[in-house]
């Protein structure tokens, strides 16, 4: 086990990991537990939810924490939360699957514009209400595929991140990683196939260069035989089985947020 995970606490642990991911990626993050930026999660059905600005949430409830703009996820608390049971494995799982959505979404926006206090008001409160809720009354409200938001350029950058970090020791489980049939897809093992050496290959270049161009032709082929599963049809009557558990009110106040929900898990 990595030497920064040989901790006793869960707060402590996550403290290890803002320091993997700087050592290994070069990456500065805040990792946050939602009872430290007032997030109010009884009920959901997540354990942890990657947003951009989520950091404006960080200098609004820990202003002592916060050094200025950077990417940030929040975990799920596990102490005094006894239906989330998660061991240490499970814990560094989640927290590689969050990660890779944070290089998911770095080329697609900028967080260096500092927001006026307005704007940073009015995004923490649509966020906080936005992870109030359950992902699966998202998905139902908005009709978006099971794999929203872990299509095949998440999944490449997956395995290339789970390659970096189990090269310094971290244990990592594919199930607690990647819920496959969770979004309807193929199990990691079978993205990891095919995807070939290309994690190990390109180990040593930037994430963004790593995952550049196109990926291997097995790896594009898996996925495309996947998305047979998720024809129009098959959509929705999956949003129908959904929409048919939540009232009408419920999916028009979800359906504000369509644009704006990023990443949960």
């Not at 969770?182 to 196939?193: I, V």
Request: aromatic content about 10%.
């Amino acid at each position: 086990m990595n030497e920064l995970l040989a901790t006793a606490s869960w707060a402590q642990r996550r403290d290890g990991w803002i320091e993997i991911i700087r050592d290994v990626f070069g990456l500065e993050v805040y990792v946050p537990f939602a009872s430290e930026i007032g997030l109010h999660v009884d009920g959901v059905d997540w354990s942890g939810v990657y947003l951009p600005g989520l950091d404006l949430l960080v200098e609004q409830s820990r202003p002592e924490q916060f050094t200025g703009r950077r990417r940030a996820f929040a975990l799920r608390d596990l102490e005094g939360t006894p239906e989330l049971v998660m061991d240490q494995v499970a814990f560094d799982s989640l927290s590689v699957h969050e990660i890779c959505h944070i290089f998911q979404d770095t080329c697609k926006a900028q967080i260096d514009h500092p927001p006026s206090p307005k704007v940073k008001r009015h995004y923490a409160v649509d966020v906080r209400r936005m992870i109030s809720h359950r992902v699966s009354e998202f998905t139902a409200s908005v009709e978006v595929p099971a794999y929203y938001w872990h299509e095949i350029d998440y999944v490449r950058i997956l395995l290339h991140v789970a390659h970096r970090i189990s090269a310094v020791g971290v244990e990592l489980d594919d199930s607690e990683m990647f819920g496959h049939s969770q979004y309807s897809l193929s199990p990691l093992a079978w993205y990891r196939h095919a995807l070939g050496t290309e994690p190990v290959d390109r180990a040593s270049l930037p994430m963004r260069l790593a995952v550049a161009g196109d990926p291997p032709a097995a790896f594009m082929q898996l996925w495309l035989d996947d998305l047979k599963n998720h024809t129009p049809e098959a959509r929705q009557a999956r949003c129908e089985i959904k929409a048919a558990t939540h009232t009408e009110e419920q999916a028009l106040h979800m359906a504000t947020f369509s644009t704006e929900w990023s990443v949960v898990r």
